[in-house]
C-alpha cells in the first residue's frame, strides 16, 4: 500500500502549493463575479435559452470540495499553514457567493507560501504573477460593477424590507405620461431584463416612463423570482408581500411623476408573467392592462388534479397574453413543462385567456388576425369596454430573444416591446 508520504516525496510540493493557490484565487474571483453578476451568468443563459450551461453554473460551489481537499494536502507541509488558509477562505465564498472572506484568504495564502516561492524557477514565477494580476483586475473590476449596479438602483420600503428598481425617464416629459412596469423571469433581475429588452429605447421614443421592479432571492443581484401564489418558488416559500410591492411602487411614482393614471400597465415573463397575473387578479383598479408572455394562470401538482389558479379578480381588465406556440418550458397546450424544481403542470395557454375573456364577458368569437408568424385573436365587448387578446406566436419558444427573433421575421414589428406596446394602447 503507497504511504502519502511516499506520494508527497515523489511531487513538487511548491508547485502544488501556487496551483491550488492559483486554483483558489480563480474560483474566487469567478465567485466575487457570480455575486455580482450572476444575472449575467444564470439569468444570461436561462433568459437565451442556454438551460443547459445555466444548469452547468451551478456546479461551481462543487469546487468547494476540491478546495477542502486541497487545504488538506498543503497543511501536510511545512510552512503552508497560510496556504490553507486562502483554500478555506476561497471555499467559504463559494457558499456565500461573494465576501470578506476572498481578499482575506488571498493575503492568507501569499503569507503561508512566501517561504516556498524562491523555490520556484523563474519562469513559472512569472506565470504566477501574470495570473495573480488578471485574477486581481477580474476581482476588481466585479467589485466595480457591483458598486454601480447598487448605485443604478432606486429603493422602496415595504414593511421594514429594502426592495428596490430600475427606471428609466423619457428625456422631454411635458405632459402626463404612461407608466409601464416590467417584471423580470425566475431567476432573473431588474437587470438581466433591462439590459436584454428594447423598452428603455422605446420608452424615450414613444413617450412612456419604464420601471423595471426587482424579485428576491438569497443573493441581492441574481436568481430573483416573484411570489405568484401558484408556484414553488423562493418568494414563495418565504411569503415575499410582492404585490404590496408593486402596489405601493405604483403610488410612490404617480406621486413622483406625472403620470397618466389612465395609462398604467404591467407586463411580465415566464415567471413575471405569472405575478402580472395575480397583480392584475388583485389589484385590476390601478391598470389599464397587462401583457403576460410565456406563462400560465395556473398550475396544477398532478397531471389530473384541479388547477391552482389567480383569484378572481373583483373587476374587469384588459389582458393580452404572447405566447410562442413551440414553448417547451410552459407548453402552449399545457401539461407537464421544463422545471428547475421537480414536476410542475401548467394550464393551457387557451385556459388562461378564458379565464379572462369570461371574467370581462367578452363576445366568446374571436376577431382573428394572422400571418405566418403571428396570429392575434382578439375577444371584444367586454364589460367597461375590456377586450382580451392572445397573440400566438407560431415559430417560438420560451425565451424573449427567440420570441423577439420571431416577430421580427414577420415584418410588422421591430421586436416583441414594440409589438407589446402597440397591443397595451388598445387597452
Aim: glycine share 10%; aromatic share 10%; with cysteine.
Amino acid at each position: 500500500m503507497i504511504e502519502l508520504d511516499e506520494v508527497e516525496e515523489k511531487l513538487d510540493l511548491p508547485m502544488i502549493k501556487i496551483l491550488a493557490f492559483l486554483l483558489s484565487l480563480i474560483s474566487g474571483s469567478v465567485l466575487f463575479l457570480w455575486g455580482g453578476i450572476g444575472a449575467g451568468l444564470f439569468g444570461f443563459f436561462i433568459f437565451f435559452g442556454r438551460p443547459v450551461a445555466a444548469l452547468a453554473l451551478l456546479a461551481i460551489p462543487l469546487f468547494a470540495i476540491f478546495v477542502i481537499v486541497g487545504s488538506i494536502l498543503i497543511a501536510r507541509g511545512d510552512g503552508t499553514l497560510g496556504g490553507s488558509v486562502v483554500i478555506v477562505f476561497s471555499s467559504l465564498s463559494i457558499i456565500s457567493g461573494f465576501s470578506i472572506w476572498i481578499p482575506v484568504g488571498v493575503t492568507g495564502g501569499f503569507l503561508g507560501m512566501s517561504q516556498e516561492i524562491r523555490d520556484v524557477e523563474k519562469d513559472k514565477l512569472i506565470v504566477l504573477v501574470v495570473v495573480f494580476t488578471l485574477c486581481s483586475m477580474a476581482f476588481s473590476g466585479g467589485l466595480l460593477y457591483y458598486r454601480r449596479l447598487s448605485s443604478e438602483y432606486e429603493y422602496l420600503e415595504v414593511n421594514g424590507t429594502e426592495r428596490k428598481y430600475l427606471i428609466e425617464v423619457p428625456s422631454d416629459i411635458s405632459e402626463e405620461v404612461p407608466l409601464l412596469l416590467a417584471l423580470h423571469g425566475g431567476g432573473g433581475s431588474a437587470v438581466s431584463f433591462r439590459r436584454n429588452t428594447d423598452f428603455d429605447v422605446l420608452a424615450e421614443e414613444e413617450g412612456f416612463i419604464v420601471v423595471y421592479p426587482d424579485g428576491s432571492g438569497r443573493h441581492e443581484h441574481h436568481l430573483h423570482t416573484w411570489n405568484t401564489g401558484i408556484t414553488d418558488t423562493y418568494a414563495d416559500r418565504q411569503g415575499v408581500e410582492d404585490v404590496k410591492f408593486l402596489s405601493l411602487l405604483i403610488d410612490e411614482l404617480t406621486d413622483r411623476y406625472e403620470i397618466d393614471g389612465s395609462s398604467i400597465y404591467m407586463i411580465g415573463h415566464s415567471n413575471g408573467g405569472k405575478m402580472t397575473y395575480r397583480f392584475a387578479s388583485e389589484h385590476p383598479e390601478k391598470l389599464a392592462g397587462i401583457a403576460p408572455s410565456s406563462c400560465s394562470l395556473g398550475v396544477r401538482e398532478e397531471e389530473d388534479a384541479p388547477p391552482t389558479t389567480v383569484p378572481e379578480p373583483p373587476e374587469p381588465l384588459s389582458v393580452i397574453h404572447i405566447h410562442g406556440k413551440e414553448d417547451k418550458t410552459v407548453p402552449y397546450h399545457g401539461g407537464e413543462g421544463r422545471s428547475i424544481r421537480g414536476t410542475r403542470y401548467d394550464i393551457s395557454v387557451n385556459e388562461s385567456v378564458m379565464f379572462w375573456v369570461e371574467h370581462n364577458d367578452c363576445d366568446k368569437e374571436p376577431m382573428i388576425e394572422e400571418d405566418r408568424e403571428i396570429e392575434v385573436k382578439r375577444y371584444l365587448g367586454g364589460e367597461d369596454d375590456t377586450q382580451v387578446s392572445l397573440v400566438t406566436l407560431n415559430e417560438a419558444g420560451h425565451f424573449w430573444p427567440d420570441m423577439d427573433k420571431n416577430v421580427r421575421a414577420s415584418e410588422a414589428y421591430h421586436g416583441l416591446e414594440e409589438l407589446i406596446w402597440h397591443e397595451l394602447k388598445r387597452c
